[in-house]
RNA sequence: GGGUACUUAGCUCAGUGGAUAGAGCAACCGCCUUCUAAGCGGUCGGUCACAGGUUCGAGUCCUGUAGUACCCGCCA
């Protein structure tokens, strides 16, 4: 309905002109979809707002615009209500053929962008030698719906897996590896990435107690930069360990990410030192060179700077990722820069976005934007923890959810007294499981903390994946059960709304468009959720007071539309999300 | 100390400057001879942290206060 709020906003904006003339050209005619179904389907809020400027009463103002307005072929006669709002009811046949374009329509009647954008979303980004945990879980469903959003919009979108490739923790980790593990650096899978986890975090541990050990540390970072052979290959065989543990996690979540690690930057650091220094911006302090910010300052209220080369000659992930901004946008071409990372980076970005902006970096019409999320909680309100007080590996919570979702499906079967083949549990416990921890991350503001808990995620009914697939198979049973080939309805459908439950599906269905184009705007995929859950609510209720495959013609073919439309709005929006459907559960 | 964010029903949370602030869960009451009841309907539940301000109109914007969380010089 994109195209229509564009039309009636042009009319709106005619008719102001042509009743008040050329003082109200170019006001918005505060055109909105209406808080309550009984206002019809879009209010405009427009004479409230000019009643200073015109020295009218509102309803008045929205009198005489009501004179002025011809939209009967749209709507029916507009109301005016309550101070002055102008309550636009579209007309059913209207509504009908609406939904008749969407039928046909193999992208359920969203357009593509006009003009494609370069994006790139900067997500996951988990470190080598680390073991992926909770902390990533986030970055990585959110950053992948996000991409499928833009994709599906047509833009031209990179994904890009920005790991902790690079700087201190290898220094840490081949210094301490040498001592006790030598064979892990020159052969392939000596260590498992356990063992490995294990050994980077005595290798931290000695970082911060030793000195002389944090020297020796800094001291290989410095090697590994200037490309001793050695540590090099030390380094290749880690990062390949822990390259193939993330995609067994990657495969499992069904994500899909281009690595460039930091170390691919590495090239490029140099480049940024001489192009601040070049600028005026950088200035050496106590050995380091830094670019001072604005409107960032420590205690005493002087203004804090931004470290480019540390003392030592070595560069940080400030530095890296400047480099990465310059790339992006000068040599991959980007028009958008989208970072999913934790809220704790806010200040971070906000600094080294204003660097960039300062070296001149991001040119016209680029937007560099941080996306930034909540923690993920435990159910007592602290940061997620293991038992043992451990941060939980990302791989066994997403086991813990197959098997939740699978004793639970397991169970059902017994009860119902129904038989499934093994590939159907594994397949369908697969599908919940993953869906409930994506879909139960993603419903959540991202910006607020989360607070993770299986049982809510897994429950049945409420907000949650199970209840949105069991619309969708709900559906898919009525196309079983009547033999329905809901690909071929036949070529000159007519869509027919009487009930309530049938309208008020039919008007959440053709908000679709407008959805997506909102969602890829604000980057906040709760409200998708909140439109598929309102979907499902919208469908379930439908199905509830209008038997369809019992219906006569041609209600029946009519409903059967609304069936299909459904299912693959859902299909759609799920997949949006990251989230399969299944046709049985 | 400075910065940022948050504070909405018993719990978990939505909420785009617009009309009577909404869901889900929990509790209680109904509805399966029917396309899967993993569903639907209903009842109960609110000082939108507090105090000011801007506005025709504020949960939403601004200021202050309180509480909570996170960040703050060579880790990422």
Not at 354 to 364: F, K, M, P, T, Y
Request: hydrophobic share 40%.
């Amino acid at each position: 309905m994109n195209a229509t709020i564009a039309d009636l906003k042009n009319r709106f904006e005619d008719a102001l002109v042509t009743a008040f003339g050329d003082e109200v050209a170019g006001i918005d005619p505060l055109l909105v979809p209406t808080s309550n179904p009984k206002f019809g389907d879009y209010q405009s809020n427009v004479a409230m707002a000019l009643a200073k400027k015109l020295g009218k009463a509102p309803r008045a103002i929205a009198d005489e615009l009501v004179q002025t307005l011809d939209l009967s072929d749209l709507c029916e006669p507009l109301e005016i209500a309550g101070p002055g709002f102008i309550n636009i009811t579209l007309k059913t046949e209207y509504l009908q053929a609406q939904l008749a374009v969407m039928q046909r329509s193999d992208r359920l009647g969203v357009e593509t962008a006009e003009s494609p954008q370069r994006v790139i979303v900067d997500f996951s980004s988990p470190n080598i030698a680390k073991e992926m945990h909770v902390g990533h879980l986030r970055s990585t469903i959110i950053g992948d719906a996000i991409a499928r959003v833009l994709e599906f919009q047509g833009q031209d979108v990179l994904r890009l897996n920005h790991v902790g490739d690079w700087g201190t923790q290898f220094g840490m980790l081949i210094t301490y590896l040498q001592e006790v593990c030598p064979a892990a650096l020159t052969t392939a899978d000596a260590l498992d990435l356990g063992d490995l986890v294990t050994f980077y975090k005595k290798a931290k541990q000695r970082f911060d107690d030793d000195p002389a050990f944090q020297e020796a540390a800094r001291q290989q970072v410095v090697t590994l930069q200037s490309g001793d052979q050695k540590s090099d290959r030390a380094w290749k065989l880690l990062c390949n360990q822990s390259r193939r543990e993330f995609q067994t996690i990657y495969d499992l979540l069904d994500i899909c990410l281009t690595e460039r690690g930091e170390s691919f930057y590495n090239p490029y650091l140099q480049g940024v030192v001489d192009d601040l220094e070049q600028a005026g911006l950088l200035v050496e302090d106590q050995g380091a060179k830094c670019v001072f910010l604005d409107g960032f300052t420590n205690r005493e209220g002087e203004r804090l700077p931004l470290i480019i080369q540390k003392s030592d000659g070595g560069y940080n992930y400030a530095t890296t990722d400047l480099a990465a901004i310059r790339y992006r946008i000068h040599t991959d071409g980007a028009n958008r820069l989208i970072y999913v990372t934790d809220v704790g980076q806010a200040n971070h970005f906000a600094q080294v976005f204003q660097v960039a902006r300062r070296a001149g970096w991001i040119l016209d019409g680029v937007e560099v934007v941080h996306v930034p999320f909540g923690l993920v909680q435990g159910e007592d309100g602290k940061r997620l923890k293991t038992r043992s007080g451990e941060t939980v590996r990302l791989r066994d919570l997403l086991d813990e959810a197959i098997a939740r979702a699978r004793a639970d499906l397991e169970t059902r079967l017994k009860e119902e007294d129904r038989h499934e083949s093994q590939a159907f549990i594994e397949h369908t416990s697969h599908i919940v499981g993953i869906s409930a921890v994506k879909y139960a991350d993603l419903s959540q503001n991202r910006t607020s903390n989360y607070i993770f808990s299986f049982d809510k995620m897994l429950a049945l009914q409420g907000n949650t994946a199970p209840y949105m697939l069991y619309a969708y198979v709900r559906i898919q049973g009525i196309s079983r059960k009547g033999q329905i080939d809901f690909g071929n309805l036949g070529a000159d459908i007519k869509i027919l709304l009487h009930e309530e439950t049938e309208f008020a599906l039919a008007r959440h269905l053709l908000q679709l468009d407008e959805l997506i184009g909102q969602v890829s705007q604000e980057l906040m995929p709760n409200r998708l959720c909140q439109y598929l859950f309102e979907l499902s609510q919208k469908f379930n209720q439908f199905y509830d007071r209008c038997p369809v495959l019992q219906a006569e013609e041609p209600t029946r073919t009519s409903r059967l539309v609304l069936c299909d439309l459904t299912a693959r709005t859902l299909k759609l929006g799920l997949s949006l999300l990251g989230i399969q459907v299944l046709e049985r559960m």
